[in-house]
Structure formats: structure tokens, C-alpha cells
């Protein structure tokens, strides 16, 4: 048994240490790499021993190299060995796998740590989910590695969408061994407030919720049910613990004074014009500004920051301050005075005022005010503040400019919410990208110049959850879908200062880091399967060593791909590939996605709106709005010029991908005359399938049965019309 398990070490051994691409597969990469003659191997008795300092990342290495752990400074033999080297920079380390054992020196215990990170990735990928069977192998080598930048960030919007503590925790592990070192949670936006705040314990046991019951509206999709979460502050201590044993910081974010539709609803005095009956039409008042001219904001705000200034160690406070919607302050005569009285001219203007109160008592509590990049559109914020670009990458280089610490993210590169390919899930109005791009992301090439650098504090990417929550039950992680292999290029990129090039990079991460990510319990997303249609035989490659399969249009069944598919219609065939829990996305040839534009004439129970007018929709290149929202009984009619013959028709409200401004309860209704309808099956996020219809479809109405859908209007948008294959 013994010597069976010592043979699979040595294979293991082989693949990762014989292997020809660059870096011995690490990633992010190391600025220093050598590979050296002899071979170390791991026993069952090999000791981890530590400095007092290092304790920390000591321990974390044996809960994945179950080693005895010992604090000595002596470097005896045999053994991996942690050692502070006050020479190094704080997160800087070398490692050297010799015949005589290990040695890891840190500048600190985070450089130390991220030695332990890289001696990861030497190992076989089991080690990642706590599996690795000892004695291993490890063929000698040197690493001297250091990060370009200071600040390597992730942002997490938990309020879309609630992630739990060990949703987090797994999240923070796996950045963790991307050399990630900054969490900034999103903790509350219009759709819910996740941290409890001890002396406003109102903020989570009512706005932690949204839906029935609650105040706050129902969005995304989670109409029928009361949703939603919050961290306790007990539960964020243990939170920003794992974290710190990671190297990772947990910068807490409130966004104000817009994107607060949520606190507004707890505490409505909060907004301009307050008076206690204000309500719109279905009982939801949309508004999400804080009036600015109110005192009695600030001191709430007050008492909220103190708490979170004491809970979070972290040296950075967000406060927000992006896409405010600045019109609710021109309707109030207290913001105008205001206004007035400071001779401003603009809503930038009362915005920076309200960002500049915040900030100056942020840097009361000892701690840098951080703020979106709309904060600084006036030029009176204060040079306390860190910026955040995301709008673009003028944006960060005003910033930079202007002289702000800024992190860059634009999120042309850096929104991991963006869809990978055209037809994938995800957002799609800042870019749609995938891994390959990020890698390409250069200050200098982007226009920064030596000075403006100077004051990038560091990257970062995000991830807003809108459309998290409609995904929560498909087999593969949706978050993690869009979010890997994105946050490998990330660390790359963070941690390097400079991206690599995407046929090396891929290599390593194909060869090496795949498997460590199925280890890790990661669905990451894998570049499609490529098609090819030719002499009648349609045929499918991938280069990853995944599993392909195909399914064929009206047909159920998923297959293997094992060999060219002959056939004539290569339009009916759809194909992804797997491994473990990653996925590539669908593909098929171009005549699949194909849709025909037939005459149609749109009308509704609702008034149209006269700015997004219903013949919109019907020209197939925009959508069309209602006036309000729909009530029980209100509808929308689709008639079409001729019967249109199809294998598949779509009809929706609200935005194709982001499940808001529908119908959100109904059925569809069709008609192969134009004057009787049958139903043809209920709305799933304001839209109907209707597939292989029997008889060319004359008409299609839609059937609200639900009063109000937490917004103003219902988006109309074009029918999607599939021809027959
Ligand atoms: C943002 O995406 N509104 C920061
Ligand atoms: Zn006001």
C-alpha cells in the first residue's frame, strides 16, 4: 500500500515538476523562478517548524500538510522550515526546496504566508482540498517573489444577493490562493443592509429582508418569498479572522447617499420631503437619495461608522457615492437652501459636501474614507479620500491626476458581473470579456503617466450580484462560473503589475491550475469546445482536456461527444464541455442563434411610455416601457401580420438577463387566429417560452396577475423568434 502510494507521488511528481511551460505552472507567476537538481521528499514525520511570528502561517500550512507544527528558530534538517527575514518586504518571500528540506523566509508573516501559498501550488493538487497522501516528492527549487502592488482587491456585493459566513469564507480561502489580499463587501445597496449595527438593530432585522412582509420591495426574481440575510457583528469578527489568517483584508463598505433605497425604507425620515405618508402607487417609495440638509443624518450616520470603524480593523471605511440620483435634491427646499446658502450650483456639488461630512469624520476614527469616482465630479472632496474607478479608465486616471490614491477598476476589465462570451449569462453594458483580457490591462498603455501611477494604490475587480440571485439553482456556481478563471488573471495581473500573455498563461492554467481549482471546489468557467462543420460532418475540439457534449434541438438528452457528428443540419446541435464542476459555456454554429423579425403590432392594457414609445420593440433593435407598473389583469398584446411558422418563440418584460421591471407574476396566451387564445404556460422572471408550437402563431398576449413589481414601469421588450432547422 505504502509503496503503491509512493508511486503515485512519484507520477504526481513527474507531471508537476517535469513539466515544460513556464513557472512550474504557478500562478499568479513569481518574478524569480529556478529549478534546481535533487528532490525533497514530504514525510508523515517531517515537522513544520516556526518563528514566534510565524506562527500563523505555520498553522495554516498544516491544515493542508497535516505536519506536526513546532516554533523553533533552529533550521534543523528534514524539515520546511518558516523563518522572518526583516530584509524582505512585508509580503515578500523566498522559498527553496532543497535535499535537506524546506525553507520559506517572509518579510513578515504575510510574506511567509504566500511562500506557503506557492508551496502549494508545488504540490499535487489534493493539497487544496485537504487530501494529500503522504510521503510526496518535490523536485528542488528557488522562488524570490514579491507583489507589485500593495492592494490586490476583490469586491463582493452581498446585498443583491445574500452570501452566508461559509459562502464567504470559501470565497476568501480560494482568493486567499490567488494572492489576493483585500475583501471589500458591498454590505448594503438598495436591496438590503448585511451587517448588524448594535445601536440601529432595525438596518438588519428589517432591512436585512426584502419581499413579502417587509418593507423594502421585492427585486430579482425573488418575488413570493421574504429574502435576504445579515452578518452579526460575532459573525463578521469570525469572518475578518479567517481572513487575517489569509492576509486578507475585509474593507466594509456602506453606499451612500444614493443606492440607500433599502435605509430609506427602514428609516424613510431619512429622505428629502419627509412626511409620513409618503408612498407611491403599490406602497413602495422608489427614492434612494438621503436628503443631504438633514442633521439628524449625519448623526445616524455617525453612530453607524463608529461601529463599523471598531468591528472592521481594516485602515479603509467606503462610504460609497456612486450613481446618485442627485434630482431627488433639487424637489427639496432644505437641500436647496443648502445649496444656496454654500453658493453651490450643481447636485455634484451637494454630493461632495454631504461625501466631504462623511469623510471628515471617517478621518476622526482614524481611517481613509474610500468613495466610488462620481465623489470627486465636483473637485471639492477631500485628498483623504481613496478613489475607486470603475465608470472607466478616464475616470481613474482623473482621479490619479487630481492627485487621489486610487484603485483602479474599470469596469471594462474588471467587472466580473460581464458576460464572457455574447451569449452567456452576465451583464453586458460595460464589456463582455473573458480571462484572456484582463492579461492585457497595462497603466502605460492605457495613458497613465509615471505620475499618475504613482498613485494607484493597487487593482481590483468586482462582482455585483443582480444576477447572481436567478442563477442560484443551476448545477454549477454562478458566482464562481463568472468570477474564475477572471480572478487567476487578476492575481496575475496584481500581483505581477503586469499581465502575461494568454497562450503561456493558459498553458500554466490549463496544465496545472485547473486541477487545483476542482480541488479548491470551484465550478470555474472553461473556454468553449470550437467548431468545426466540413464535408458534412460536424466536429468538436477542446484543448483542456475536458468532456465534451452535445445535445441535438428537440431532443432532451445530453451526450458525449466521441467522434464527427454526419449530418446536414449542423444548426441542431448545441455543445459545452465539463470537468468536475467547471463548465464551458453552450456553443453551436451561427444558423442556431438565428431569429427572424416577423411584422408585429404591440399593444397594452398600460399606456406606453412617451419616451420609450411600444413601437419600439416592435422595430426589434429596443424596447418599449409602460407608463407604471402592471396591476392583476393588465396585459400585453403581440400581433403579428402573418401566422409565424418557428420552433421557438420568446416573449418578455423586464431586461432579457436581469429579472426587474416585469410582469412579475403572469401567463402567456397564443392564438393562430388573432381572437381565441389558449395559455401556453406562466411567466418565469417576466418572460415565456413557447416552444415547437403546434400551429403558426397569429397572436401572443401576456397576462399580468400580480399588483406592482417594485419599480415604475415594465420594459416591453421584442419578441424573440426562432425560425424552424
Ligand atoms: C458601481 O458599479 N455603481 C460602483
Ligand atoms: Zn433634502
Not at 87 to 107: K, Q
Not at 407 to 432: C, K, L
Not at 475 to 485: G, K
Amino acid at each position: 500500500m505504502r509503496i503503491a502510494k509512493f508511486f503515485v507521488a512519484i507520477v504526481a511528481l513527474i507531471f508537476v515538476v517535469g513539466s515544460a511551460y513556464a513557472y512550474n505552472g504557478i500562478i499568479p507567476r513569481p518574478v524569480e523562478f529556478e529549478k534546481r537538481n535533487g528532490v525533497f521528499t514530504i514525510l508523515t514525520t517531517t515537522k513544520i517548524t516556526h518563528s514566534a511570528e510565524l506562527r500563523s502561517s505555520a498553522k495554516y500550512l498544516a491544515e493542508y500538510l497535516p505536519l506536526e507544527v513546532q516554533e523553533s528558530n533552529a533550521a534543523a534538517k528534514g524539515n520546511i522550515v518558516l523563518k522572518e527575514n526583516k530584509n524582505l518586504a512585508a509580503e515578500a518571500y523566498t522559498l527553496e526546496v532543497g535535499a535537506d528540506g524546506i525553507v520559506i523566509e517572509g518579510g513578515s508573516n504575510a510574506g511567509a504566508f504566500y511562500g506557503v501559498e506557492t508551496l502549494l501550488q508545488l504540490l499535487p493538487a489534493k493539497v487544496y482540498s485537504k487530501q494529500i497522501e503522504l510521503p510526496v516528492m518535490l523536485g528542488a527549487c528557488r522562488v524570490a517573489d514579491e507583489p507589485k502592488f500593495e492592494y490586490r482587491g476583490f469586491m463582493l456585493d452581498v446585498s443583491r444577493t445574500w452570501i452566508d459566513v461559509d459562502g464567504v469564507k470559501h470565497y476568501i480561502e480560494n482568493l486567499a490562493h490567488h494572492k489576493i489580499n483585500k475583501l471589500h463587501l458591498h454590505l448594503s445597496d438598495d436591496e438590503g443592509w448585511r451587517i448588524e449595527i448594535k445601536s440601529h438593530p432595525e438596518l438588519t432585522e428589517v432591512g436585512g429582508f426584502r419581499g413579502p412582509g417587509s418593507p423594502v420591495a421585492a427585486r430579482y426574481g425573488k418575488w413570493d418569498e421574504r429574502y435576504g440575510g445579515f452578518y452579526t457583528q460575532e459573525q463578521m469578527k469570525d469572518i475578518i479572522e479567517f481572513a487575517a489568517v489569509r492576509n486578507i483584508e475585509i474593507i466594509p463598505e456602506i453606499d451612500l447617499p444614493g443606492h440607500s433605497h433599502n435605509l430609506a425604507r427602514v428609516r424613510p425620515e431619512v429622505l428629502c420631503n419627509f412626511t409620513p405618508d409618503m408612498e407611491s402607487s403599490f406602497g413602495y417609495d422608489t427614492r434612494s437619495a438621503l436628503c443631504v440638509s438633514k442633521e439628524d443624518n449625519y448623526k445616524f450616520l455617525e453612530e453607524v461608522f463608529k461601529e463599523l470603524a471598531e468591528l472592521f480593523p481594516s485602515q479603509y471605511v467606503h462610504i460609497g457615492g456612486d450613481e446618485v440620483v442627485t434630482s431627488q435634491w433639487k424637489k427639496c427646499p432644505d437641500c436647496q437652501a443648502l445649496s444656496k446658502q454654500k453658493g453651490m450650483t450643481s447636485g455634484a456639488q451637494l454630493q461632495e459636501y454631504f461625501m466631504n461630512r462623511l469623510s471628515e469624520y471617517i478621518v476622526s476614527l482614524g481611517k481613509v474614507p474610500c468613495v466610488w469616482n462620481e465623489a470627486i465630479n465636483a473637485g471639492t472632496l477631500t485628498k483623504q479620500a481613496m478613489v475607486y474607478g470603475w465608470e472607466s479608465v478616464e475616470a481613474c486616471r482623473k482621479a490619479t491626476k487630481a492627485g487621489y490614491k486610487t484603485i483602479v477598476m474599470p469596469g471594462t476589465y474588471f467587472y466580473f458581473d460581464m458576460r464572457q462570451s455574447a451569449r452567456e449569462p452576465g451583464h453586458n453594458w460595460a464589456a463582455i470579456f473573458d480571462a484572456s483580457k484582463i492579461l492585457k490591462f497595462d497603466l502605460k498603455e492605457q495613458g497613465f503617466t509615471d505620475d499618475e501611477i504613482k498613485n494607484v494604490a493597487g487593482i481590483q475587480a468586482s462582482f455585483f450580484s443582480e444576477l447572481y440571485i436567478s442563477h442560484l439553482d443551476d448545477e454549477s456556481d454562478y458566482l464562481q462560473y463568472q468570477t474564475y478563471p477572471r480572478i487567476c488573471s487578476l492575481g496575475e495581473l496584481a500581483w505581477c503589475g503586469q499581465g502575461a500573455e494568454w497562450n503561456e498563461f493558459y498553458l500554466r492554467l490549463v496544465n496545472s491550475h485547473y486541477s487545483r481549482m476542482l480541488e479548491m471546489g470551484i465550478d470555474f468557467r472553461m473556454m468553449p469546445p470550437v467548431l468545426k462543420y466540413e464535408d458534412g460532418k460536424l466536429s468538436a475540439s477542446t484543448d483542456d482536456n475536458s468532456h465534451m457534449y452535445y445535445s441535438v434541438e428537440g431532443d432532451d438528452g445530453v451526450y458525449p461527444y466521441v467522434a464527427p457528428i454526419k449530418t446536414d443540419k449542423p444548426q441542431m446541435y448545441v455543445f459545452h464541455t465539463e470537468l468536475g464542476g467547471a463548465r464551458s459555456a453552450d456553443v453551436a454554429v451561427d444558423a442556431y442563434y438565428k431569429m427572424i423579425e416577423p411584422k408585429v403590432k404591440i399593444t397594452s392594457s398600460i399606456e406606453e411610455s412617451s419616451n420609450n414609445p411600444y413601437s419600439n420593440a416592435e422595430g426589434y433593435r429596443k424596447t418599449g416601457r409602460t407608463s407604471r407598473a402592471g396591476k392583476n389583469g393588465d396585459w400585453l398584446l403581440y400581433e403579428f401580420d402573418e401566422p409565424v411558422e418557428c420552433r421557438r418563440m420568446y416573449i418578455g418584460t423586464g431586461y432579457s438577463h436581469l429579472p426587474r421591471l416585469l410582469f412579475n407574476a403572469g401567463y402567456v396566451e397564443v392564438s393562430d387566429d388573432g381572437e381565441t387564445f389558449r395559455k401556453a404556460g406562466e411567466l418565469y422572471l417576466g418572460a415565456a417560452i413557447i416552444d415547437e408550437p403546434e400551429k403558426p402563431i397569429k397572436a401572443v398576449r401576456i397576462v399580468c396577475t400580480e399588483d406592482g413589481n417594485g419599480a415604475e414601469n415594465v420594459i416591453v421588450q421584442a419578441p424573440k423568434v426562432y425560425p424552424k432547422l
